[in-house]
């Protein structure tokens, strides 16, 4: 569900042509509907409304601000994985209290700012970490409120990218050793068991393993609350699927009906930490057609923006849906619309560079403009510089308007930090010359 349309003979981001925002804002550019991430998370809330949950958006989905601030306004915490996600989240005053810390690696420094910005919650993902933490709480004479990420050891069905919790993944703890972890935190003065926690993966579409990973979970809880009194929160981490090629992904509702008993049982409260679902549907990518060539009896379309842009179908051979923002509707979600096959492919020096592969695309004339759909997470997120190419700007559009949320990097951007005249310094302590030939 989303607010991109088809209507007399153009795609709209809610009331905005993306032809003529196109020709305003330049490709590539992201486009963003404000109006279908508030959508998202009022159906996600009613969904689970009789449960209350502390919904924690997962800002390395898409950390843009502007996206940040309409979460944030529509009642979101936000879930974090590094000292530079939690800068955005204060930058924007962001309340500790709906901020969840995460992240298998954690250092001294982004602990430290965690305790300063008294966040809810660190999410613990190894006994070191849990060591770390606690000296660090205690020499700032603080309590550190701590939840174990457990690895439930359950297959989530998704691509082996974007599974987290299984055995033989890096994630979490397995449920021996977080019960350990979990009894040290309780006893310990500086720390304060609040949560225990499983992310499973992305784009989980069934919603079973849900069931059963939490289910792993709170029979572990029910095992530790005669020792652990602040125990409040199960955390059922992120992962729900979006629709890419077609309406895979169930409902709200299901994901919701499938650990509801179990929540409720536990008589701990519910925390979630979504991040795909509410901006994935979100965003389009608006690229250019530079050319059209033909070569080994196949049909390429040549356009302005590759995978430094947008690495997902690279990385995970994703499927994004592709369409002219000019010109015939696109198919219903789940068909194939009409013309010839083309491969989408970006102007980036690799042969994995591509949008989309073998789609049947009308005929597009150089200067078209194309929409690469369900790029709202997970898009900008992974842009790189690679080939020099300046990252695209970012747009973000709430009904009639459109604002440039970030603009287009330039070429001095990409040779900002560099100092090619650096004066060379010496160490103390050096090789011996003879050693090191
Ligand atoms: C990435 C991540 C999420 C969000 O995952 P989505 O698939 O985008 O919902 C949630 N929690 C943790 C710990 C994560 O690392």
Not at 87 to 107: D, N, Q, Y
Not at 171 to 189: I, M, T
Not at 219 to 236: G, I, K, V
Request: glycine share 10%; net charge neutral; proline share 7%.
């Amino acid at each position: 569900m989303d607010r991109f349309r088809h209507h007399r003979d153009r795609l709209w981001c809610e009331e905005v042509p993306l032809d003529v925002l196109a020709r305003r804002v330049g490709t590539p550019a992201y486009v963003y509907s404000a109006g279908t991430i508030r959508d998202h998370v009022r159906r996600l809330r009613a969904a689970f409304a009789d449960l209350d949950p502390l919904v924690c958006y997962a800002v390395k989905a898409n950390g843009n601000l502007a996206v940040l601030r309409v979460l944030l306004e529509e009642g979101c915490g936000l879930d974090i994985v590094s000292g530079g996600e939690l800068a955005r989240a204060r930058r924007l005053g962001a309340p500790g209290a709906r901020i969840v810390f995460s992240g298998v690696g954690k250092t001294r420094a982004e602990m430290e700012a965690g305790l300063a910005a008294g966040v809810r919650l660190f999410n613990v993902e190894s006994e070191p970490e849990l060591d770390l933490l606690e000296q660090v709480a205690t020499a700032r004479g603080q309590v550190a409120p701590v939840g174990i990420r457990l690895n439930p050891d359950v297959d989530p069905r998704t691509h082996r990218h974007i599974t987290t919790g299984r055995r033989e993944n890096k994630f979490g703890v397995d449920l021996a050793a977080g019960e350990r972890l979990a009894r040290r935190a309780a006893r310990s003065p500086a720390l304060r068991l609040q949560a225990l926690q499983c992310h499973i993966g992305s784009q989980v579409t069934s919603v079973e393993p849900y069931a059963e990973a939490l289910g792993r979970v709170a029979a572990l809880a029910a095992r530790l609350r005669p020792e652990a009194p602040d125990l409040e929160w199960l955390d059922m981490g992120g992962g729900f699927g979006v629709w890419y090629r077609d309406q895979a992904a169930p409902g709200f509702e299901a994901y919701a009906a499938a650990v509801r008993p179990i929540v409720k049982a536990s008589g701990l409260r519910l925390l979630m930490e979504p991040g795909r679902v509410l901006v994935g549907n979100a965003g389009v990518l608006l690229a250019r057609v530079l050319y059209e060539k033909r070569g080994g009896g196949k049909r390429f379309v040549i356009v302005d923006a590759g995978m430094n842009d947008l690495l997902r179908p690279s990385l995970y051979d994703a499927y994004h849906r592709v369409w002219p923002a000019t010109g015939p509707p696109p198919p219903p979600l789940g068909e194939e619309g009409a013309g010839e096959r083309a491969d989408v492919v970006g102007p980036v020096c690799e042969s994995g560079d591509f949008l989309a592969r073998d789609r049947a695309l009308p005929p597009v004339a150089p200067g078209a403009v194309l929409a690469v759909f369900g790029v709202g997470a997970y898009g900008f997120a992974m842009a790189s510089t690679y080939n020099d190419r300046p990252r695209p700007c970012e747009v973000l559009v709430d009904g009639a308007r459109y604002a440039v949320v970030r603009e287009r990097e330039t070429h001095a951007d990409l040779m900002r930090l560099e100092r090619p005249d650096a004066p060379f310094q010496a160490v103390e302590d050096r090789a011996d010359p003879e050693g090191v030939a």
